[in-house]
């Protein structure tokens, strides 16, 4: 018995115990310095929902203020232009990348052809230089050959006109008997043999010019040759410009297949954006979009509220603000559940007043000057394990009370 009455005791001091400190809890927060104000409303993320491609809604998936995840489908749009526009990027992805294997092959065959072409044009100028050394040698020869032919022809000449002379001289003489048959005879046939010569020397001169004409056209072809052999190789010697021609044209190849890649990219990315999906939790808001309906990329189709992460932002008189510090303890009061209070935390005080920020804010520096004591925008987070209870929406009236100490 005696053991109950003790058990019973401690229990009932240990309940005296907390009546106590709760009483003393409750009196340190009534007695505590704090500041309040109605002016308070509650805030969340508002996720707007627009098409990033254009085309006409083929199929809406969701009503107003329907609550969804992140991930699930919201809109259709007709997606067949987007799938013909991949198709597309595939075959021009397809030609790069033929037209890159064939630009990559070439650079190692106009390697070896220009070194090839470097070796041949350097042999053909060497021997074309042979070449037309020995027409030169030739020209030479047969104008020499020309030279001796026409002083023979000169010689011969010579000698017939004075083997005609005497002829003529002789023939009187003869007549007269003046001279032996023989004598005259004698200077007939010298002056044939003269004539005979002279016909000799002349064909022979036709022969050397003959000979000296084939020679200078051999001589002309010998040099045409070597302006052509050395015209190939100059040619030949651009061959490290014509390396780096087809090299480049190979990287311009490569440049087009990752053009074409991108391409390729951006249609997938496209036809992926014709399913509109929800980026965050949260309930349909402000839905515009209709079956049929031409949209343009950008355009808003609707809103996604968070009802997961909300805060409180209450406009405090700037006289309220002297005490007030992020970390404090704040009670917010919510008039849509009968004022049930939520505990939470100061975050964060605003930069400047909401009047700054307004689309016409006061200009205190013309006309009549009344002071107004101005508000400053104060964000208060609530605790963890208060929301999913009694879930508050944006836009909800409350009252905020800050305890400053």
């Known amino acids: 018995m005696t053991g109950f009455l003790q058990r019973a005791r401690r229990w009932w001091l240990a309940g005296l115990a907390v009546i106590v400190a709760a009483g003393a809890f409750m009196l340190w927060r009534y007695l505590s310095p704090r500041e309040s104000t109605d002016d308070a409303q509650v805030s969340g993320h508002v996720s707007p929902v627009a098409a990033r491609v254009g085309g006409a809604i083929k199929a809406v998936h969701v009503t107003d203020n329907q609550a969804v995840k992140a991930g699930d489908l919201l809109v259709e749009i007709d997606a067949r232009d987007y799938q013909i526009a991949l198709q597309r990027a595939e075959a021009d992805l397809a030609s790069a990348e033929a037209s890159a294997r064939a630009a990559r092959t070439g650079v190692p065959i106009t390697t070896t052809t220009t070194a090839s072409e470097r070796t041949v044009a350097k042999a053909t100028v060497g021997s074309a230089e042979s070449a037309q050394q020995a027409a030169e040698r030739e020209v030479d020869a047969a104008q020499a050959k020309l030279a001796a032919a026409r002083a023979r022809v000169a010689q011969a000449s010579a000698n017939a006109t004075r083997a005609t002379s005497d002829l003529e001289r002789l023939k009187p003489l003869a007549g007269k008997d ?160 009968g004022g049930r209070e939520f505990e939470g935390r100061v975050e964060s005080l605003a930069a400047a007043t909401g009047a700054t920020f307004s689309l016409l804010p006061p200009d205190n520096a013309s006309g009549n000057f009344v002071k107004v004591v101005q508000r400053i925008p104060v964000k208060i987070v609530l605790n963890g394990g208060q929301v999913p209870a009694s879930p508050l929406r944006p836009g909800m009236s409350a009252e905020v009370t800050v305890y400053l100490k």
Request: net charge neutral.
């Open 178 to 337: 003046e001279i032996p048959k023989q004598q005259l005879d004698a200077a007939v046939t010298a002056e044939q043999a003269a004539r005979a010569e002279t016909d000799s020397a002349r064909a022979s001169m036709k022969e050397a010019e003959a000979n000296v004409a084939v020679a200078e056209s051999r001589r002309a072809q010998a040099a045409s040759a070597l302006a052509q052999a050395q015209a190939q190789a100059r040619t030949a010697e651009t061959a490290p410009q014509q390396v780096a021609m087809t090299e480049a044209r190979a990287q311009g190849a490569d440049a087009q297949v990752l053009q074409a890649k991108a391409a390729l990219e951006q249609a997938k990315l496209n036809l992926d954006r014709t399913n509109v999906r929800a980026s965050v939790n949260g309930v349909v808001s402000r839905k515009s979009v209709e079956v049929g309906q031409m949209v343009q990329p950008g355009q808003p189709l609707l809103a996604l509220t968070s009802l997961d992460e909300v805060w409180v932002i209450a406009n405090f008189k700037e006289t309220q603000l002297r005490r007030m510090h992020p970390g404090q303890q704040a009670a917010v009061s919510v008039d849509a559940y």
